[in-house]
């Protein structure tokens, strides 16, 4: 497993962005994939974005697409989410995950084994 450290969220008005970082500890970070999920109140966590190990593939939930970015450096053990064209829909904890597990699907949480705590994303109307 690895440590996962979430920054970055914060309130904006619609139609801004924002950068979420997810910071990793204890391991190799480039041993593992690295998912992005969010939660809603009321709603159920909800697949946002992965990285392959490298870099080299990301997916996205079809609801971001264009829109948000996911990107990794893994000299400095991190993975970024540029999130632009907020909406009000994008309001959620937003959690980091790491899985070494080879392959995709890389959308269900299940797949995943070390998680952060979250930061929170509030965008206004």
């Known amino acids: 497993q690895v440590q996962l450290v979430e920054s970055g969220g914060g309130l904006v008005q619609a139609g801004g962005s924002l950068r979420l970082s997810c910071a990793a500890s204890g391991r190799t970070f480039s041993y593992f994939a690295v998912g992005w999920f969010r939660q809603a109140p009321g709603k159920e966590r909800e697949f946002v974005a992965a990285i392959s190990r490298t870099g080299s593939s990301t ?3 079809g609801s971001v697409k264009g829109r948000f970015t996911i990107s990794r450096d893994n ?3 991190a993975v970024f989410l540029q ?3 907020l909406k ?4 959620a904890v937003y959690c980091c995950a ?4 080879l392959g995709p699907p890389y959308d269900s949480a299940y797949r995943y084994d070390s998680w952060g705590q979250g930061t929170q994303v509030t ?3």
């Open 123 to 125: 965008v206004s109307s």
């Open 83 to 85: 999130m632009n064209s």
């Open 98 to 101: 790491a899985t070494g597990q």
């Open 59 to 61: 997916w996205y939930v």
């Open 75 to 77: 000299a400095k053990n």
């Open 88 to 91: 009000p829909e994008d309001t």
